[in-house]
């Protein structure tokens, strides 16, 4: 069993900063592709970033410069820091993360909670 647990969500003004995490535990061989993506009320989910196993990074439009993903493969865990906050950004953020739970055993996408973020003065 794969569990991911995300956490850092939370209320924050225009111009304010988050970082979001989402940890992964359990029966883990490997991780490949890590990414975040986003909900909005009455929005369909939307991707928003992702970093590969090897560090290579890539952003939506609508956040790059503004947002960074990064990995800490000992932890099994993705962040998200988000800079420069909009109220357009408040959605329900996810992780999904590409794990193969046995060596040999093909990949397989797994998803967090969600955790809310709500940007609002």
């Known amino acids: 069993q794969v569990q991911l647990v995300e956490s850092g969500g939370g209320l924050v003004q225009p111009g304010g900063s988050l970082r979001l995490s989402c940890a992964a535990s359990?029966?883990?061989?490997?991780?490949?592709?890590m990414e975040w993506y986003r909900q909005a009320p009455g929005k369909q989910r939307e991707w928003v970033a992702q970093?590969?196993?090897?560090?290579?990074?890539d952003y939506a439009d609508s956040v790059k410069g503004r947002f960074t993903i990064s990995r800490d493969n000992a932890k099994n865990t993705v962040y998200l820091e988000m800079n420069s906050l909009k109220p357009e950004d408040t959605a329900v953020y996810y992780c999904k993360l590409e794990i193969a739970p046995f060596s040999k055993w093909p990949p397989y996408d797994y998803w967090g909670q969600g955790t809310q973020v709500t940007v609002s003065s």
């Open positions: 359990g029966s883990i061989f490997s991780i490949n592709d």
């Open positions: 970093i590969a196993s090897d560090g290579a990074t």
